[in-house]
DNA sequence: TTGTAAGCGTTATCAC
DNA sequence: GTGATAACGCTTACAA
């Protein structure tokens, strides 16, 4: 791939030994507190010395390589553009399992899945997966384990059939905001589904959440195709006869709300009088609109210090139980000046 | 750290080897398309048949145990909130280095700096990382260097003394707001500095910038410090005496901007009438508030194709001339109705 | 054209 | 308590 590297070779543990003046075993024994073995204080304090004076980092391939498995918790991340909730609470996760002694690394890989995706991840013996739910198969999940991969986890929008689950539920999202608009009234509704495909995979089911909320009290929705540019969204609004008009909105998430309701007023359709507007995410953002937009708050149902501490079990013990659920989002509503 | 696989061992190409009936070094010319060395078209392959039988994925640790460095692109990200264009330019950096046989990977680390981070930087002997500027002192990069990393690239307001620089030019995003400020008419300008410290890295720069461009041309810039919540920063604006009161603001970002704007309009006072707002960052939500906002557009002078063929040039050359500019941002002034 | 064998730096199993 | 020593899976001279 790339020429071997120049100038002073790194420091290894042969030759933090040399300088310590004991042999190489030790300061391995030294570095990992290694348990059942008694190391004088002398020895381990002059190890400690040896190490810091040179720079001495141990070679992570080394070590996955003997122990045929590494610390880190892969999540191999294609160019889908990630959501408030899961931001923040990958941040979170990423800091507590630290804690753990995992690293939580995010692979940019291609958009590939099954066992050929499934072998790529493989490559550096992740001591988990982390990953979309539609990018696993069975034979994916298979060859993960046979690499030495303890946990496979799947995130999506429904417990997995092939792996324990994080569930950031998009069906709830959708069911609580159209659940929201029929308790205001509204029975004309309409839900947006970006005109972007790569949204796709949330929209589905935010879309069939709402459908199915609202087909429980007995109401229709109407799919709105909307792309997420000011013009093409005002075609859209154009484009609708004043009979057929939706009277309540859930338009995907906050940032298609906000394009939305701007088209709609500058159409002359007043919010919420004619036309109440759902948002989702709870953007900071959208509390500052006029009106202030409502919106659907995704939080979880667990604190991502439990999922990281059930991560870490998960990993130390190999459970691979599919089915489930590690994390599940719940979604509330925030009802502000727009619905 | 954990405890060791179980179940089926993972393929090596040992086994491929034993499959195929070859030798294992054959297996690892045939998988890495050896340069100088024939295989015939038969044996290459049976290899390739009994590696897919097989599921065989090289063990990556191996290789790089081997080849004294990975193809890795380490970037180690703290917490920091990534901005809009930081976000786009690395999403089609990762995709482009992986033309090149490389992989971007993030690294989720505590934000340490200097040596100590460079150590854990360098466990896994990446073949460049891509850090900010201010997590690297002269110690940290030695060490890098030492242990066999190619190349590192700091990424920052300006072009690092210690390594070639990603340069994403705050100070030019400030100087731009207050020029065009200056170019309406506007004298009393204010410059926000965003009361949230783990801003300080962008904001410092944002307002030196805008304070050495309203220099030049004979004015003062007073400095804001706005909280990001509304109330907060409702505060701010009603302790402004009408006398002192600013008639133009650059608002750090368009998510400042927002508040700003928001909080000033409730308070009575007209945008652009009586205060100018520009935000940066130019987000797409911005233009759709009323007023629209006027932004300051960040760029890029080159594509980060540009960029990654330079990266994988620097990598392969193990050049790491400090002081170089790999990438320099421009801004450019998005004139809206807010100023 | 293919096989043999020497390491890469670490951890773990034994002797001492 | 500490020190040899044998893997771990791969790349790459060099031998055949």
Redesign the pocket.
Same mark, same amino acid.
């Given at each position: 791939m790339t020429d071997p590297p120049s100038g002073p070779?790194?420091a290894? /543990?042969?030759d933090v030994?040399r300088l310590a003046? &004991?042999?190489?075993?030790?300061? /391995?024994?030294v570095?990992?507190d290694?348990p059942g &073995?008694?190391?004088?204080d002398?020895?381990?304090e002059r190890v400690r010395q040896a190490a810091e004076q040179l720079g001495?980092?141990?070679?992570a391939s080394?070590?996955t390589?003997?122990?045929?498995r590494s610390d880190v918790v892969l999540m191999p991340v294609p160019d889908i553009p990630v959501g408030h909730l899961a931001g923040r609470f990958f941040r979170e996760l990423g800091r507590l399992l630290r804690g753990h002694g995992h690293t939580l690394v995010m692979y940019g890989d291609t958009d590939g899945r099954g066992a050929t995706a499934a072998r790529e991840w493989a490559q550096w013996r992740p001591a988990a997966v982390l990953v979309a739910a539609d990018r696993l198969t069975r034979a994916g999940v298979r060859q993960l384990h046979a690499a030495g991969v303890a946990t496979v986890v799947a995130m999506g929008p429904r417990p997995s059939l092939l792996a324990p689950t994080l569930v950031f539920d998009d069906y709830a999202i959708g069911g609580c905001a159209v659940e929201h608009l029929i308790a205001r009234g509204r029975r004309r509704l309409g839900v947006v589904v970006p005109a972007e495909p790569e949204l796709a995979v949330f929209a589905g089911p935010r879309f069939e959440g709402a459908e199915r909320a609202a087909a429980a009290r007995g109401v229709a929705v109407r799919r709105i195709v909307l792309p997420s540019d000011e013009a093409g969204a005002a075609e859209v609004v154009a484009g609708w006869d004043a009979g057929e008009r939706p009277d309540g909105i859930f338009a995907y998430n906050d940032d298609y709300a906000m394009v939305l309701m701007r088209v709609m007023q500058d159409a002359g359709l007043a919010v919420p009088g004619d036309v109440a507007v759902v948002g989702a995410d709870d953007l900071p953002l959208g509390r500052l609109l006029r009106p202030r937009l409502t919106s659907v708050r995704v939080a979880g149902d667990r604190s991502a210090a439990q999922v990281a501490d059930r991560l870490h079990q998960m990993i130390v013990a190999a459970e691979r139980e599919a089915g489930v659920v590690l994390f599940e989002s719940s979604a509330e509503i925030v009802h502000r000046e727009s619905s």
């Open positions: 070779r790194p290894t /543990s042969t030994a003046g &004991v042999s190489q075993a030790t300061v /391995s024994y570095m990992n290694a &073995v008694k190391i004088s002398s020895t381990r001495y980092s141990p070679h080394a070590r390589l003997r122990k045929g």
